[in-house]
């Protein structure tokens, strides 16, 4: 018999592909009906990582919480304040303090089973902590500061619940942080009102809106990231047009979201935010790891938890943007050009550790983008076409870094530097006069509120993103 005869027809090849294709398309229809909607992971069409409405307060039991919160404001100054306002309000500082150690350990199990009230139970308590904190009178002596367990064990109970840091962090300030206007209209930016400010400022409202706004028009890049991976395939001319064209909008919106960013420096003030605002902010290791930090009472191995307080870089809106460009922090992928010796100094875990101060669920949100099968850099550098578009979203994004770089220098790192005199009536000069001493004793570099060191952490993260460009690579 000859060979040949042994062989299909024609007939039956044709059959063969046709099944086989119409295997394929089969089996990316399920992997893509078994991939986790962003609503799975608590981010929103309409508001992305803000909540859809405006947390509500405490049930009864746990109105003690929201009363302190409440009166916290008008009670209390920091306590590095020796300004005749911040001297007035020391008794009254002092009374809500003692209040707060009386409590007892109220028990937070009636929350866990509602989400929103855990995420609200976390602000309230995560204010009074800083409150409780940053009000005390300073000490002399370098021993650790102790959180009452009345707020310290219910705060950690919460977050465990949520997978967030329990500590201050930028959703207790501004994804949370927020009430309606008018409550006949949806959420927008325009009519949204935040609620909680530690200075009483308008540089601090005008901060935490400042932030909204960039979470508020990454919420489009959100969009554009869920289609891209919801894409049945990345070879046909439609499909690649579509993301030339997503890539084009992308970077439009970074550039808004560094005429937001650009934007604070006219409604806040540098000297306001750095010896007014920022002190309240500071968590356990915000002066280095070497300074005395919290002791969480009543928690085991408190000394363990993740306590830095809140920080731009916990932003998830950022996060998603870096991962779907695929921006190497850490330095794994051979790029060029090659790091620094001050790259290789940087914290290469900053990103990673800044994810624990973000809410479980968006937290794991990005950890799916970070697992995508599908990474958008790939598909540009196979694709002449999307090379341009492409290098044009990551040079947005460098652009939008430079930018962070001379604000942070301008509101942190020239801040830290001033002299007592440079800010006329400032009301923590006694403060201003230790960082000083500090400073000309040669104890360290400018540190975030993080407690890392700025300069090293921002040009790291300004140069990984340059080295994502295909350009130059």
Known sequence: MNVVDLLPSPHQYFTLAVELLQSTIANNRRSLSKRRTPLDFDVDINTGFFPPQPLANLPPAYAAWELALSEASEKLSLGEDDSEDALAKRASGEQWRSEILSWPVIDTEALHSNLRFLQRAHLVLAWLVHYFVHSAPPSNDDAPFVVPKSLAVPLVAVSRQLGIAPVLTFADTVLWNWELVDASLPVSIENMRFVNLFSGTEDELNFYTTSAKAEFRGIEMLRIID???????????????????????????????????????????????????????????????????WVYEGVPASEKLDLSGPSAGQSSVMHALDLFLDVDHKLRQRRYPAPSDSNKRADHGFMDRMRRYMPGKHREYLSSLASSPRPIRELALQTPALREPFDNAVSALKRLRDLHMRIACLYIVTMSRSTPGAHAGCPVASMMDRLQISRAAGKGPTRGTGGNELSLLLKAGRDATRRTLLKEN
């Open 227 to 293: 289609e891209y991976n919801n894409l049945p395939n990345l070879t046909d001319l439609t499909t690649i047009s579509k993301v030339s064209r997503d890539l084009t909008r992308l970077t439009a919106i970074i550039n808004d979201i560094s005429d937001i960013i650009q934007g604070v420096r006219a409604v806040v003030d540098p000297h306001v935010f750095y010896w007014d605002l920022r002190p309240w902010f500071e968590g356990s290791d915000a002066k280095g790891p070497e300074a005395p930090g």
